[in-house]
């Protein structure tokens, strides 16, 4: 009896501990489900339009005029043409789980619709459209003389001299050609992609995440691996360089020039770090408006916000060819797709799950997608995944509406 007795105050003991731990984690507990449930089937539509409660985040301050979109709406072709198949453009927009498609065309909205129970206010998460944000406040710091592209990252973070970016300049990194070994496959629960995402959740530090990574792929330079720890290295440089960090510098240079319509925020590390790889979070009509500052060369409302000399470098191909095949070519964070040229130098923003900045210099089309698509990597028809088809779809859409 005695040690039944002692068997029973040992699991009391246990299961009270356990309650305390869990209590004084409990913070912890809810951020690493909503890491391992973020992508749920039925979960994934109402997560992604809003991120700020179950993550760190801290808000973008805006103060910008906002300027109203005029409206000229033009109706969608009814199908597109990819690798020589027809799509019903309905069909596919659902099958792809859309939640947003906003095409503007010439200034003005040609085509406005939302769907899955999203609304046109929704705060929705950018996933790597992030990293153009990215770039694009790297371009105004480049032209303010405080970021020398061909120096290392070191020269502006001294830590890195002590890690696998030791000697990698910032182009390299810029270009997804560091050379740092980072597994990023969502698929797998111990890739680096994943660990990231846990640290993020168990409010480690993303600075020191990438400082500690391990093992290099080959020599910088050579070929590009998209690796999004690069991005934040980025977001390290840009803060050193500037002394701000990324949400405060993004706002003063774009957000209020820009006149966002509501205030987006950053997913953040527990230091206020912004997760610069894929944690802002804006409308659909305020990705359209980054969007159609670079289709107009940097400028917003006739106001220079970006160096015009950037949207050129950052929007063509700079990056080496890609260590695997890829239909898609890479400049400063921003991608390109085969036959570019061909298609009106069009260039776009791309996330994972299907969110899209695309632009059409030849004609004048910005277009934003967003959607919660959890078979975004899965083949569609032979070897074709979505991104190939929703590039199709995209300049059928941009020519049929400048028509």
Do not use: C
Request: net charge negative; charged share 20%.
């Amino acid at each position: 009896m005695r040690i039944l007795k002692g068997i029973g105050v040992l699991l009391l003991a246990l299961i009270v501990g356990a309650g305390i731990l869990a209590y004084l984690n409990w913070d912890k507990l809810v951020r690493l489900n909503a890491v391992n449930t973020l992508f749920s089937e039925e979960k994934i539509v109402v997560n992604f339009s809003n991120m700020r409660d179950l993550f760190f985040h801290t808000e973008i301050p805006s103060s910008g005029e906002v300027i109203a979109w005029e409206e000229a709406p033009e109706p969608l072709p009814e199908a597109f043409t990819a690798a020589g198949s027809e799509r019903n453009l309905s069909e596919w927009l659902e099958e792809s789980a859309t939640t947003s498609l906003l095409v503007i065309q010439d200034g003005k909205i040609a085509h406005e619709s939302y769907y899955l129970g999203t609304e046109k206010d929704d705060l929705r998460v950018s996933w790597s459209v992030a990293k153009s944000f990215l770039s694009a406040a790297f371009g105004i710091a480049v032209g303010e003389g405080k970021i020398d592209l061909d120096k290392p990252v070191e020269d502006y973070v001294s830590e890195f001299a002590n890690s696998n970016y030791a000697g990698v300049t910032v182009r390299n990194v810029l270009n997804m050609a560091s050379g740092v070994k980072f597994n990023e496959d969502y698929l797998d629960f111990w890739s680096d992609i994943n660990k990231m995402g846990r640290v993020l959740a168990l409010g480690g530090s993303m600075d020191d995440f990438a400082l500690g990574l391990e093992g290099r792929e080959r020599d910088q330079g050579v070929a590009r691996q998209y690796v999004s720890i690069d991005t934040h290295v980025l977001a390290m440089v840009l803060r050193a360089a500037t002394g701000e960090k990324l949400p405060a510098y993004l706002a003063a240079k774009i957000i209020t020039p820009l006149g966002f319509s509501r205030q987006p925020y950053y997913l953040t590390d527990s230091e206020g770090n912004a997760f610069a790889l894929g944690g802002l979070n804006v409308t659909t009509r305020d990705y359209a408006r980054f969007g159609q500052m670079f289709l107009d060369n940097g400028k917003w409302q006739g106001k220079q916000v970006i160096p015009a000399g950037w949207v050129v470098a950052s929007t063509i191909t700079s990056a080496p060819p890609a260590a695997v095949d890829d239909r898609f070519n890479y400049g400063y964070q921003w991608w390109i797709p085969s036959k570019s040229v061909e298609n009106g130098g069009d260039f776009m923003a791309r996330g994972i799950y299907g969110q899209f900045i695309y632009i059409n210099p030849r004609t004048r089309t910005v277009i934003v997608r967003n959607a919660a698509n959890r078979n975004f990597r899965a083949p569609v028809t032979g070897d074709l995944i979505p991104v190939d088809i929703h590039t199709e779809m995209f300049r059928a859409i941009a020519q049929h509406v400048s028509e």
